[in-house]
């Protein structure tokens, strides 16, 4: 038997017939009256072919049948596209290639149809796969129910209180993705005490919906026994931080919850602090049929005794005579580098022209120094050169092997000379920026030869020693 229900456009709105309204399109269900104020009803598409979306067609371009008399065809300024399939991936084709839009889900598209007027038949209720749990008995203590693959569970509440309700308060609260069942019986909570879930096998990410966690007046406070990652939450807010992701409290006001414990697990169990009426408590977890499929561990082979070989008289390899690995050249800079600015806070660019220097003392405020002390430096200091000293000579390709290979580079002004050393790159940092090098002081071997200061005016050159 087709699935369908009935439409209608009406520019006199709204009505007050219990009917779902976009614009002027109007969409019955089974509380809808349809014979109010003469409004004119079509019955939509067979929604079991395929997902449709309607659309009000000013043009009047679709007749239709009244749908109480069967008779009198005319125009029905309702407008209808189906999907090929009854599949998201089919009704995401039609969106977008009615709209010429780019959606990857169908509830991004839906979302979009309902923004702009439209209405579809797509729901993407329970499209994360979450399996909930139907209770099918409960006392004050103790219930039980059953779910996916006929796992059943257990529950107990150690404060007693619990009874059952149809689906859980206030449904719609939940992203519908997530399922939370409107119907089928879920756990009526009105106590406190510690509830303890018992699963009939090993089951992989339980989930625990909460829905209606105390009231905008009193604060409940929930633990739970293992770490959750937080899915869903309104009105909730989280305590107990175990690392980035998880939690072991939550907390709510009228909260609205999702949580799962990750990993497989039996049981799942947490306290709820205080008693109210009333909360509802579903358990669940995620589908246990779509888990990745366990790597099997390779067993190997019996091991066959081996049979020794003749030994053979071994005969003595030549000996080779070792040829020392070159050892890279120390280069020194053919002319120098200057400072080039003023002293005091920070207010200007890096070195940018060339045989620029820079020294920059680092704190809660960077300062430039005119004379760098290199014996009072460690852990203060970052020591800037331009990639081109003051007669255009190019050392790029030096600071590239000192940053990537590490090594030492020396820095020396008349009888003053000061080395930094790493066998790893991590103080030098030729990329800290385009056409200029930095070296981190904190970080490198510092060799002083003289505690003079380097001073302002007078050439820096560099010596670059790469590591062989």
């Avoid at 189906?82 to 290639?97: G, M």
């Avoid at 995620?286 to 790597?295: G, M």
């Amino acid at each position: 038997m087709a699935t369908s229900r009935p439409f209608s456009r009406y520019t006199n709105g709204p009505l007050s017939n219990n009917a779902e309204q976009r614009g002027n399109l109007y969409v019955g269900n089974e509380n809808t009256l349809l014979d109010v104020g003469g409004v004119k009803w079509w019955n939509g598409p067979d929604e079991d072919l395929g997902y449709f979306i309607a659309y009000e067609d000013n043009q009047g371009a679709h007749n239709g049948r009244n749908s109480l008399d069967r008779t009198n065809e005319m125009p029905a300024y309702v407008g209808f596209k189906r999907s090929a399939l009854k599949t998201e991936a089919s009704f995401i084709e039609l969106v977008n290639n009615s709209f010429e839009q780019t959606f990857t889900t169908g509830l991004e598209a839906k979302a979009w149809l309902d923004a702009n007027g439209y209405w579809a038949s797509f729901s993407g209720f329970g499209s994360s796969g979450f399996q909930w749990m139907t209770i099918l008995s409960s006392a004050d203590r103790s219930a039980s129910g059953i779910g996916q693959n006929d796992i059943t569970v257990t529950v107990t509440q150690s404060g007693g209180g619990m009874g059952m309700t149809e689906g859980v308060y206030n449904p719609t609260v939940f992203p519908e993705e997530y399922g939370v069942p409107f119907t089928g019986n879920q756990i009526q909570n009105n106590n406190d005490g510690t509830f303890t879930a018992v699963f009939s096998q090993p089951i992989t990410d339980a989930l625990v919906a909460f829905a209606s966690i105390g009231n905008p007046q009193l604060s409940v406070p929930i633990e739970v026994s293992a770490p959750f990652t937080p899915i869903f939450g309104s009105s909730v807010s989280y305590q107990n931080l175990v690392n980035e992701t998880q939690y072991t409290g939550l907390t709510g006001n009228e909260g609205y919850a999702i949580i799962r414990i990750d990993g497989t697990v039996t049981s799942v169990t947490f306290n709820y602090t205080l008693a109210e009426t009333y909360c509802n408590v579903c358990f669940g977890f995620v589908n246990q049929n779509t888990l990745p499929t366990p790597t099997a561990t390779p067993v190997p082979a019996p091991t066959a005794t081996p049979v020794p070989a003749p030994t053979a008289t071994p005969v003595p390899a030549p000996t080779a005579t070792p040829v020392p690995a070159p050892t890279a050249t120390p280069v020194e800079s053919e002319s120098g580098w200057y400072f080039y600015s003023t002293e005091g806070p920070l207010d200007i660019t890096p070195p940018i022209a060339r045989g620029n220097a820079m020294f920059l003392t680092m704190g809660s405020d960077a300062s430039v120094i005119k004379t760098f002390e290199p014996n009072k430096s460690k852990g203060t200091t970052e020591l800037y050169f331009n990639n081109l000293d003051s007669a255009g000579g190019d050392y790029t390709t030096q600071f590239n092997i000192l940053s990537n290979s590490g090594g030492t580079i020396t820095i020396t002004q008349g009888a003053n000379t000061v080395a930094y050393t790493s066998e790893t790159p991590a103080p030098f940092f030729a990329d800290a920026g385009p056409g200029f090098f930095m070296i981190r002081t904190d970080l490198a071997i510092e060799t002083v030869t003289s505690a003079n200061p380097f001073v302002f005016g007078s050439p820096i050159t560099l010596t670059f020693d790469p590591l062989t």
